[in-house]
């Protein structure tokens, strides 16, 4: 009975542990991530938006998909396969600046004009999980389903009590729409991009800490009717 009841134990742990793949699924894809929020967020968008960073001095600087490179983009079927969130011009070649949320993931368009007949190539970019102190990473879309997978990327709406210098909702991830930055890369001074969380550590995914700056992003579109405000 003693060696019986060693063992019951860890049977119970493994079946707990042990969860099937559609309770994997269910526990990635965090179709409800917004609604969690302390301000409840939106995930789904489907009206193309601009995504927007407003600096504490009141600057406002528009943002775009780059792929941190100072040369013109390669093909983005070959060599050219992750991008980021920079300042437009700023951030080394832009891939594209319109987005929407699906499923709590963000979903950019972008084109190539580098493929082997010179014409110009749409493709369509989703959202990574973003790390505190690191980049705000995309990789080419295999399927946009699986966009909201990685992170819960919400709009959220601006409801300052004492009126808000921004018009527009806001966005924000894991809770939060502070905490983003914008800083300039280590590699080349010339060039920023947007970081969550900075910190001495961010040196290591490639920022200088000493440059970074808080901003609040935020989105503008047709839809929303703050597009050139």
Same mark, same amino acid.
Request: charged share 10%; proline share 5%; net charge negative.
């Given at each position: 009975?003693? *060696?019986?009841?060693?063992?019951?134990?860890?049977?119970?742990?493994?079946?707990?542990? &042990?969860?099937?793949?559609?309770?994997? *699924?269910?526990?990635? +894809? +965090?179709?409800?991530?917004?609604?969690?929020?302390?301000?409840?967020?939106?995930?789904?968008?489907?009206?193309?938006?601009?995504?927007? *960073?407003?600096?504490?001095?009141?600057?406002?600087?528009?943002?775009?998909?780059?792929t941190?490179?100072?040369? &013109?983009?390669?093909?983005?079927?070959?060599?050219i396969?992750?991008?980021?969130?920079?300042p437009?011009?700023?951030?080394?070649?832009?891939?594209?600046?319109?987005?929407?949320?699906n499923?709590?993931?963000?979903?950019?368009?972008?084109?190539?004009?580098?493929n082997?007949?010179?014409?110009?190539?749409? !493709?369509?970019?989703?959202s990574?999980?973003?790390? *505190?102190?690191?980049?705000f990473?995309?990789?080419?879309?295999?399927?946009?389903?699986?966009?909201?997978?990685?992170?819960?990327?919400?709009?959220?709406?601006? !409801?300052?009590?004492?009126?808000?210098?921004?018009?527009?909702?806001?966005?924000?991830?894991?809770?939060?729409?502070?905490?983003?930055?914008?800083?300039?890369?280590?590699?080349?001074?010339?060039?920023?991009?947007?970081?969550?969380?900075?910190?001495?550590?961010?040196?290591?995914?490639?920022?200088?800490?000493? !440059?970074?700056?808080?901003?609040?992003?935020?989105? +503008?579109?047709?839809?929303?009717?703050?597009?050139?405000?």
């Amino acid at each position: 009975m003693l *060696a019986l009841a060693s063992i019951l134990p860890s049977v119970f742990l493994f079946l707990v542990s &042990s969860p099937s793949p559609a309770q994997s *699924a269910a526990i990635l +894809r +965090r179709d409800n991530g917004c609604n969690a929020w302390p301000s409840v967020g939106i995930k789904d968008n489907n009206n193309s938006f601009e995504l927007w *960073a407003h600096y504490e001095s009141r600057v406002a600087v528009p943002l775009a998909i780059t792929t941190f490179s100072n040369q &013109s983009s390669d093909s983005v079927n070959s060599s050219i396969q992750h991008a980021y969130l920079a300042p437009n011009d700023l951030g080394g070649t832009v891939i594209g600046n319109l987005f929407t949320l699906n499923n709590s993931g963000l979903i950019g368009s972008g084109s190539s004009s580098s493929n082997s007949s010179g014409e110009s190539t749409n !493709t369509t970019w989703i959202s990574n999980a973003v790390d *505190a102190g690191g980049s705000f990473p995309f990789s080419l879309a295999v399927d946009t389903n699986y966009a909201g997978i990685a992170d819960d990327y919400c709009e959220v709406p601006n !409801t300052d009590p004492n009126g808000s210098l921004i018009n527009g909702p806001l966005f924000g991830v894991q809770g939060t729409t502070a905490g983003w930055a914008i800083c300039n890369r280590i590699d080349n001074p010339l060039f920023q991009g947007v970081v969550f969380k900075p910190a001495e550590y961010s040196a290591s995914y490639g920022f200088n800490f000493s !440059t970074c700056l808080n901003v609040t992003i935020y989105l +503008r579109s047709d839809a929303l009717g703050n597009l050139s405000s």
